[in-house]
């Protein structure tokens, strides 16, 4: 059964830094890509950031490029977003996912919320 625990958000004011978690399982972690996306207040999915399953082709979305960075462990089946120099705009709850690109996600957790407020 596949598992998806995100964790790691939070209130942080404009400028600010946060460290996101994805822990996986259920599922063969190693072989698999591993994205994050986003949904903020009343819009819809938004795809940030996808990394291959050797860690390797890390990719971003035009809107967080330079500012975050993703990265995996696969010793400990987690996957995890960096994020610095955190904009309101970022303010969304974010998820992992299994793929690459995109907002389709066969499955996912229940998120964690990211406030970027002063």
């Known amino acids: 059964q596949v598992q998806l625990v995100e964790s790691g958000g939070g209130l942080v004011q404009p400028g600010g830094s946060l460290r996101l978690s994805c822990a996986a399982s259920g599922f063969g972690f190693h072989y698999s890509s591993m994205k994050w996306i986003r949904q903020a207040p009343g819009k819809g999915l938004e795809w940030v950031s996808g990394?291959?399953?050797?860690?390797?082709?890390?990719t971003y979305a035009d809107s967080v490029k330079g500012r975050f960075t993703i990265s995996r462990d696969n010793a400990k089946n987690t996957v995890y977003l960096q994020m610095n120099n955190l904009k309101p705009e970022d303010t969304a709850v974010y998820y992992c996912g299994r793929g690459y690109d995109g907002v389709g996600v066969s499955s996912r957790g229940q998120g964690t919320q990211v406030t970027v407020a002063s």
């Open positions: 990394i291959y399953g050797n860690g390797g082709g890390a």
